[in-house]
C-alpha cells in the first residue's frame, strides 16, 4: 500500500516537473521573440518623413582639439564643401590646444596652435561665412587644467581632476582669466555670437569642505557657478549669446527648478543613441525657462573609446532620429511647430582628457558628409513618404547624392559600408586603419594559438619551432612596414607629437607581443630535447 502511494506521488512529482519545464521553455521562447522583435524594432522602425520643412539655423560641426589638433591646411581644404552641405559655423573645443599666454601658459599643449596660425585660420572661416564658436571647460572636464601641479589644490576631489571646485575663489579667478583670454582673441578678429561653456558631466559634486559649508544642494551649487561664469561672460562680452550642455540640468527636480532665475544661456540636449532616448519634460522645461534649444548629435566619437572609425549605420539612425523628432515638434498646449535653434554635429576625439584617441576626423568624413545630406534632406522639405526601415531611407533618398559626394564608382550599402571604391581626402588613412584593426587582430589570434600549444608535448618539434620563429620575423616586418605606411598619411593631417602617440596605441602592444613570443620560442628550440628523453623510459 505504502508502496503504490509513493510510486504514485512520485508519478505526480514527475509530472509537475515536466509541466514546469514545458512552461519555463515556453516562457523563454516568448521572451526571446519580444526581445527579439523590440530590438528588431528599434533597428528597423517604419520611418516617416512628413512634408514639414525642419527648421534649424544653425548647422554646427564640433571640432574637439583634445590631444589631437588637424593641421591647419587640411581644415581650410574642407571647407568649401562643408559651405556647400549647409555647415554655418564651428564649435571649437580648445582644451590644451588654445595659446594660453602669461600666468596660464602652461595650459597650453607643446603642440597647441600657433597664436599667428590661429589668427589666420579664424580670419579665413569667418570670411567664408561661417560662425565660430570658442567652447572651453568651466566646471566638469577640467583634466587639462587640473592635472598640472600648479592648479591641482582646485579640484573638487584630490583624487580626480576632472571637476573643478566652485567655491574657492582661486577657481573662479582662473576661470575668469581663461575666459578673458578667450573671448578677447576671438572678439579682436570677429563679432563673438556665441559662446559655449561645456558644463556637462560634472560627476563631483559638492563634495569638498569649502562645498560643504555653503549648505548647499547640488544642484544649487551647480546652478550658482553657472551663473557666475555667464553673468561673467556677459558682462565683458554683452553681445555674445552662452551656450551649455544641458545634462546636468536634465536631471534635476521638479522643485529644484524653482531656483532656475535669471540664467542667460542657451542649452543644448545632447543625445548620441542610435534610437534617441529623450526627456520631454526637461525639454518642456528648457521651454518655460530659455529663450532657445538647441540639440546636439554626433557624427564620431559615440561608438567606444577605442573605436577606429564611425559606426556609419549608427551615426545616420541617430541623426535621422533627431530629425523625425524634430520635425513636427510641439509643446503641449501649443499649436505651433517649435523650431529648434540649432543642431551641433559633434564629433569627439576622446572620451574625456587622458583617453585614448578614438575616431579620426579624416577617416569620419563619410559619417559627417551622409549626416550632413541628411539634415539638408530635412530643411528642404519633402513630399510625405514612408520607408520600411534605415536602409530603404537612404537608398531611396540619399544613395545617389552620397555616392557622388565621395566619388564612388558603386553605390553605397549603409548595412554593409565600404568606402574602398571611393575617392575622398582620408581614403588612404581609412584603407590603411581598417587594415591595421584586421592585422593587430590576426596577431593576437596567432600568438594566443601559438602559445596554448606551446607545451612538454609541443615544445620538441624543431620544424614547427621553425615555422614560427619564421612567422614570428615576417610579422615583425609586416608591423614595422605598417608602422611606417601610418607615419607617412598620417602626417598629412596630424603633427608628429599626435602622430607618435597615436601609432603607438595601435600598434605598440602587438609589436611587444610579438618580441616576446619571437623570445620564447628561440629559448624553446635551443633547449627543446629528443622524444624520447622528454616521454621517459616505458
Known amino acids: 500500500m505504502m508502496f503504490q502511494i509513493f510510486k504514485k506521488c512520485r508519478r505526480i512529482k514527475i509530472n509537475f516537473f515536466m509541466i514546469s519545464l514545458i512552461l519555463f521553455s515556453m516562457y523563454l521562447f516568448v521572451s526571446y521573440s519580444l526581445v527579439q522583435k523590440l530590438m528588431s524594432k528599434s533597428t528597423n522602425h517604419k ?3 512628413h512634408n514639414t520643412a525642419v527648421t534649424l539655423p544653425n548647422v554646427v560641426i564640433h571640432l574637439d582639439l583634445k590631444g589631437s589638433p588637424p593641421k591647419l591646411g587640411y581644415l581650410k581644404r574642407l571647407l568649401p564643401q562643408l559651405h556647400e552641405l549647409g555647415v554655418t559655423g564651428f564649435l571649437i ?6 595659446p594660453y599666454e602669461g600666468p596660464l601658459a602652461n595650459l597650453k599643449a607643446r603642440n597647441a596652435y600657433r597664436k599667428s596660425e590661429l589668427q589666420d585660420f579664424l580670419k579665413m572661416v569667418v570670411n567664408l561665412g561661417f560662425d565660430i564658436i570658442p567652447l572651453i571647460q568651466t566646471f566638469g572636464h577640467m583634466e587639462h587644467v587640473l592635472k598640472l601641479k600648479q592648479f591641482e589644490h582646485l579640484r573638487e576631489v584630490p583624487l580626480h581632476s576632472n571637476v573643478i571646485c566652485p567655491s574657492k575663489s582661486e577657481s573662479q579667478i582662473l576661470i575668469k582669466n581663461m575666459l578673458k583670454q578667450v573671448i ?6 570677429f563679432q563673438l555670437n556665441y559662446f559655449h561653456i561645456g558644463a556637462d558631466e560634472v560627476y563631483h559634486i559638492n563634495k569638498c569642505k ?9 544642484a544649487t551649487l551647480f546652478l550658482n557657478h553657472v551663473k557666475f561664469t555667464t553673468d561673467f561672460i556677459k558682462k565683458i562680452s554683452p553681445q555674445t549669446t552662452v551656450l ?3 545634462d546636468m540640468l ?3 527636480s521638479m522643485p529644484e527648478w524653482g531656483i532656475v532665475k535669471n540664467l542667460r544661456v542657451e542649452p543644448v540636449y545632447w543625445n548620441y543613441q542610435p534610437r534617441l532616448k529623450v526627456s520631454h519634460v526637461a525639454l518642456n522645461m528648457y521651454h518655460k525657462k530659455f529663450d532657445n534649444i538647441w540639440i546636439a548629435s554626433a557624427f564620431k566619437g559615440a561608438d567606444g573609446m577605442n573605436a577606429t572609425v564611425p559606426n556609419i549605420k549608427k551615426r545616420f539612425s541617430n541623426h535621422l532620429s533627431w530629425m523625425e523628432l524634430i520635425q513636427n515638434y510641439k509643446f503641449g498646449g501649443e499649436q505651433d511647430i517649435y523650431s529648434f535653434k540649432g543642431i551641433i554635429l559633434t564629433g ?3 572620451y574625456f582628457h587622458n583617453a585614448p584617441p578614438c575616431e579620426l576626423l579624416p577617416v569620419s568624413i563619410p559619417s559627417l558628409f551622409l549626416n550632413l545630406l541628411l539634415i539638408q534632406h530635412f530643411k528642404r522639405g519633402n513630399d510625405w513618404v514612408e520607408c520600411d526601415n534605415l536602409s530603404d531611407f537612404f537608398n531611396k533618398n540619399l544613395n545617389d547624392d552620397f555616392t557622388a559626394l565621395l566619388r564612388c564608382t558603386d553605390p553605397i550599402e549603409i548595412d554593409y559600408f565600404d568606402v574602398n571604391q571611393c575617392y575622398f581626402d582620408g581614403i588612404d588613412l581609412y584603407k590603411t586603419l581598417n587594415h591595421c584593426d584586421r592585422f593587430v587582430s590576426y596577431i593576437s589570434k596567432t600568438v594566443k594559438d601559438i602559445l596554448q600549444k606551446s607545451t612538454a608535448f609541443y615544445n620538441n618539434d624543431i620544424d614547427t619551432d621553425d615555422q614560427h620563429i619564421k612567422w614570428s620575423k615576417k610579422t615583425l616586418n609586416d608591423l614595422v612596414a605598417l608602422e611606417d605606411k601610418m607615419v607617412k598619411q598620417l602626417s598629412r593631417y596630424y603633427n608628429k607629437h599626435f602622430v607618435a602617440e597615436y601609432v603607438n596605441h595601435k600598434l605598440m602592444s602587438s609589436q611587444q607581443m610579438m618580441y616576446m613570443l ?21
Not at 578677447?184 to 578678429?189: A, L, P
Not at 629559448?523 to 627543446?528: C, L
Open 348 to 350: 569627439w576625439s576622446r
Open 518 to 538: 619571437l623570445e620564447n620560442e628561440n629559448y624553446m628550440k635551443s633547449t627543446a630535447k629528443p622524444p624520447w628523453v622528454i616521454r621517459g623510459k616505458r
Open 93 to 98: 573645443e580648445y582644451e590644451d590646444m588654445f
Open 250 to 252: 536634465r536631471t534635476m
Open 47 to 49: 520611418i516617416q518623413v
Open 244 to 246: 551649455m550642455w544641458e
Open 184 to 189: 578677447q582673441f576671438h572678439r579682436n578678429i
Open 210 to 218: 569649502q562645498c560643504l559649508q555653503r549648505n548647499q544642494t547640488n
